[in-house]
T-cell receptor
């Protein structure tokens, strides 16, 4: 089983739609979880950390389910500028010195 | 906004040659990292560096790789004898605190080995 597994997509959604991505991780001892965003041929950028209680940042909501070992990202009211690859990232070390990235889920928002 | 800068943006080299990729982390950051991404694949951890020594390294980071902080600002990745499979985008990253997972990545250095 892959350490971090994501549906590669692409998810093609119209502007204004709500879209959700899931990610599963294999190591039950994983400590911290993040969503990064990567535009085509660009560097990853932190979108948000994922807390046990769930957290929201504007149109973005992240949830963690430790029992089932999955993380989700919900994007409401999608914008054209949300088109990117969303990377699920897990810290297995507890120090965040070595992050494990998923292969990413590609989102394409269309008019 | 402070940023991580990397040079060169693209380097083409012959197999067996030495390559040095350079990075200037954000000035008040103390933790430094190299990651790489082979085209079409996931971002992979190479090495983390703190207090002038390697904190952690992956199995990819073998004897052909080394890192150095030669002065107060630069952080370099050296590949001693490049192989075809070293062709990838190499990302430098830095963070203020080790435990946040909030890494700031540079724009990357694309290495092509012929």
């Amino acid at each position: 089983r892959k350490e971090v597994e994501q549906d590669p997509g692409p998810f093609n959604v119209p502007e204004g739609a709500t879209v959700a991505f899931n990610c599963t991780y294999s190591n039950s001892a994983s400590q911290s979880f993040f969503w990064y965003r990567q535009d085509c041929r660009k560097e990853p950028k932190l979108l948000m950390s994922v807390y046990s209680s769930g957290n929201e940042d504007g149109r973005f909501t992240a949830q963690l389910n430790r029992a089932s070992q999955y993380i989700s990202l919900l994007i409401r009211d999608s914008k054209l500028s949300d088109s990117a690859t969303y990377l699920c990232v897990v810290d297995n070390t507890g120090t965040a010195s070595k992050l494990t990235f998923g292969t990413g889920t590609r989102l394409q928002v269309t008019l | 906004e402070p940023e991580v800068t990397q040079t060169p943006s693209h380097q083409v080299t012959q197999m067996g040659q030495e390559v040095i990729l350079r990075c200037v982390p954000i000035s008040n950051h103390l933790y430094f990292y190299w990651y790489r991404q082979i085209l079409g694949q996931k971002v992979e951890f190479l090495v983390s560096f703190y207090n002038n020594e390697i904190s952690e390294k992956s199995e990819i980071f073998d004897d052909q790789f080394s890192v150095e902080r030669p002065d107060g600002s630069n952080f370099t990745l050296k590949i001693r004898s490049t192989k075809l499979e070293d062709s990838a985008m190499y990302f430098c990253a830095s963070s203020e605190q080790e435990r946040t997972g909030e890494l700031f990545f540079g724009e990357g250095s694309r290495l092509t080995v012929l």
